[in-house]
């Protein structure tokens, strides 16, 4: 099969690196080669962040280049419209509607854009906007959003919702393991 | 068994099979997940040393005493480890040794795009480089082989796209070789002149050998391809892009030893196919190399020097088309990093700012001070450089400056080189104020110890610098001590220290907000009926609050409760 590319994009601090971690764990129980590419560093402290996870039977690169995602998960809507060109023709965004503001937005040097799902849209493009937070929130906790928008994905892929609970147990700290169920439980019939 | 390792995991991972006994290095992005990894091995005995200079020199003391053994550091640490990494190229080594060094091309977090290679040239020692976790676990074991059997250190060369991407690994079990027994030899290792002078032989004779090893190392291979109307030599990640792109078509010679270069293998490569491309990120080192040995290619002329590569990247340049997503028409904020919410560098900033002081920076995430709001900083070169910079600063000012300059390190930063600038200022008297941002921890790397916090790298207690008694002994006598969440005292001390006839030391002390120990009072609110839009808040550059149909609004998510803004508004606004 062709390689597959899934961009997890989002704001430093959201948990990008565990989503990215969690679906890499999942790919491998299939067989699949695969490759996962993280930033680490300063891009962390509230930067934009981008991770790649690629799959498929043999993957060469450990990057997705510009019309290589199938799939674009983004934890932010304005990192949604950010990485857009990255789609590929028939690829697919997953985002999580909360909007956070940039430093540029902050300091009132520039606006956050208004309506970007409808101008994605206006695109072309296959976009699927939700309030991951509030399903976190929902579930406990802000910080559980990853865990939310991996529910939501999980679906594009085939591995059962026992196989997802089981990665999760295994990739998180105990205390946290009910809760994460919860918000990943929350993300998969949203 | 097949498993899912981060390049830098792998390296470790490669270190524990091949029975490396010890560990010294200092973090840095993106070389410092190959430490902690080794540190949770417990068979491997791992720590964090002041700088990259202690570390290399550890690890050589512990391969001089017969045991395998690895620093690692980034490109830049390189810099200050260099001194060393001249002379153990003389001496050889004892039980094997491994030097990891990661470069970072695409300064995704670096100062510059500096590239490693050339240190291995320079000092006569062979350099490896893998392009996955894979081989990085691989050719780590083999590492520690050629390091032995032709006694010499080994550098293992990472970048960014191998030491933080994930790829699937093939474990083994641990061998630890037989120990080497230390055996005293003072030719070999005491580098004095007379001693010193015939090492050198002994070294140009290595590297020869080491040619001859580079003809037929598995390290390098050659890949058939089916058009051999051109054929790409490349290594490392650049290896990969260019397979994602042009698969089994072209004929490769992907290399893995790239210090010293093999000479008939590309020779007979060339002949084999039309034209010859070289890719590799960075400087053209093996481009140069070819043309030495009279191989005609073309590399920089086609990729350049600056940045990382990608799959599209190479494609282009090799004429293939690419196909793009949509792009928005909309202006897409940027999103640079920031200091975090609660983070006790901001109140130091804003104190700066306000009093109009000229900021020498240094390395760590208070670099983000010469961002906007703040934009702070006015100056940040290398590890330790702001300490030493500020002493030359007022020196050459003849006294003009000393008022409303100052230096700001970092507690691990200012351990790292900085003291021994402080030792300069009181050495030879300037007029300088130092702070240091003494938060508890090694920040921008993701939160290592170090000499100042009380814990080693494998997490147990031990001895804890005293940084206003150590500043005192090395002779400056003013050293005071500020909470940063606390404006006025910032401000206060602030202006005693830079009208104070002598040089001067503040430590602003207060953990980072992101230490799992640090309990937060929690998120404060705005009262929108009291708040009437100053944006005096806004000075300080906080992602916790923005301004929302003119009112100040706090996102309770981010919010730690730390109270600098509070202190900033006027009307009361912000509080519980």
């Known amino acids: 099969m062709a390689t597959k590319n899934v961009m997890i994009v989002g704001v430093g601090g959201q948990g990008t690196l565990l989503a990215s971690k969690l679906l890499g764990k999942m790919l491998i129980t299939k067989g699949y080669d695969v490759k996962v590419s993280e930033v680490h560093g300063m891009s962390q402290r509230g930067g934009n962040v981008v991770t790649y996870v690629r799959y498929g039977e043999h993957v060469y690169s450990p990057i997705i280049d510009k019309g290589e995602a199938d799939i674009i998960l983004s934890f932010e809507l304005l990192e949604a419209a950010r990485w857009t060109e990255y789609l590929k023709k028939d690829g697919v965004i997953i985002t999580n509607s909360q909007q956070i503001n940039p ?42 959003v990853n865990l939310v928008l991996m529910g939501k994905i999980s679906k594009l892929f085939d591995f059962t919702e ?11 700290p105990e205390k946290f393991i009910e809760m994460n169920k919860k918000a990943f439980h929350l993300g998969r019939n949203a | 068994m097949k498993k899912l390792m981060l390049g830098n995991e792998a390296v470790a991972r490669g270190l524990y099979e091949a029975g490396c006994s010890f560990v010294s290095s200092y973090p840095g992005t993106p070389s410092t997940e190959i430490s902690e990894a080794a540190a949770k091995y417990p068979e491997i005995y791992a720590e964090w040393a002041p700088n990259e200079k202690v570390a290399m020199e550890s690890a050589f003391g512990a391969s001089f005493a017969g045991k395998r053994s690895f620093c690692g550091m980034k490109h830049v640490g390189m810099n200050v480890a260099a001194d060393p990494l001249f002379t153990i190229g003389y001496t050889g080594v004892n039980g094997g040794m491994i030097i990891g060094v990661a470069d970072d091309p695409g300064m995704h977090s670096s100062q510059n795009e500096q590239d490693s290679r050339h240190y291995a040239i320079a000092a006569k020692i062979p350099m490896i480089e893998p392009s996955d976790s894979k081989e990085a676990l691989e050719f780590t074991k083999l590492a520690y082989e050629i390091s032995e059997e032709f006694d010499t250190p080994v550098i293992m060369k990472m970048v960014t796209r191998v030491a933080h991407s994930q790829s699937i690994v093939e474990t083994g079990d641990r061998v630890v070789p037989d120990a080497k027994p230390y055996e005293k030899n003072i030719q070999k290792y005491v580098m004095m002149p007379g001693n010193a002078i015939k090492r050198h032989p002994i070294v140009e004779e290595r590297t020869k050998a080491l040619t001859q090893y580079a003809e037929v190392t598995p390290l390098n291979r050659v890949e058939d391809g089916k058009d051999t109307s051109m054929g790409i030599i490349t290594s490392s990640t650049s290896y990969q892009y260019v397979k994602e792109v042009a698969g089994d078509k072209y004929p490769v010679l992907k290399l893995g030893l790239v210090n010293p270069l093999p000479v008939d293998m590309i020779k007979k490569f060339a002949a084999a196919v039309g034209k010859v491309i070289v890719v590799e990120e960075l400087d053209g080192i093996i481009e140069t ?175 804890k610098i005293d940084l206003e008694a150590l500043c005192r002994s090395i002779g400056i006598n003013r050293v005071r001590v500020i909470d940063p969440y606390d404006l006025k005292e910032c401000d206060e001390v602030l202006k005693e220290e830079l009208a104070a006839e002598e040089p001067s030391v503040i430590i602003s002390r207060r953990p980072c907000a992101l230490l799992k120990y640090v309990k937060h009072p929690g998120a404060i609110s705005c009262d929108a009926d009291k708040c009437v839009g100053c944006k005096s808040c806004m000075q300080i550059g906080c992602p916790a609050i923005s301004i929302v149909d003119k009112k100040a609004v706090i996102d309770n998510t981010l919010c730690t409760g730390c109270g600098v803004c509070t202190q900033l508004c006027k009307v009361g606004a912000l509080g519980k």
């Open chain 1, 103 to 144: 430093m540029p937005v902050i300091t009132g040097a520039m606006e956050y854009p208004e309506d970007l799902v409808g101008k994605i849209k206006a695109k072309g493009i296959n976009i699927d906007a939700f309030d991951a937070l509030s399903l976190a929130e929902e579930a406990g906790s802000s910080k559980a």
């Open chain 1, 162 to 172: 026992e196989a997802w609970l089981e990665a999760i147990e295994q990739s998180v």
């Open chain 2, 289 to 463: 190399h070819c043309k030495n040995i009279g191989v005609n290619v073309q590399g920089k002329e086609l990729f350049g020097y600056c940045g990382e590569f990608s799959q599209n990247y190479i494609a282009e340049k090799l004429g293939i088309a690419i196909e793009a997503g949509p792009k928005l028409d909309e202006n897409i904020p940027v999103r640079p990093p920031i200091m975090c919410a609660g983070c006790p560098h901001r109140g130091i900033f804003y104190t700066l700012k306000k009093n109009k002081v000229t900021v020498l920076g240094d390395i760590g995430c208070y670099t983000l001070g010469a961002v906007a709001p703040l934009n702070a900083i006015e100056y940040s070169i290398c590890m330790g450089a702001s300490v030493s910079g500020i002493h030359g600063f007022n020196k050459a000012n003849e006294g003009a400056s000393d008022n409303k300059t100052v230096a700001v390190i970092g507690d691990s930063t200012f351990i790292h080189s900085g003291v021994t600038g402080l030792i300069n200022i009181a050495y030879n008297g300037s007029n300088s104020t130092v702070i240091i941002l003494d938060n508890s921890i090694t920040g921008m790397t993701g939160h290592q110890q170090n000499p100042t916090t009380g814990f080693n790298l494998k997490g147990d207690p031990c001895s």
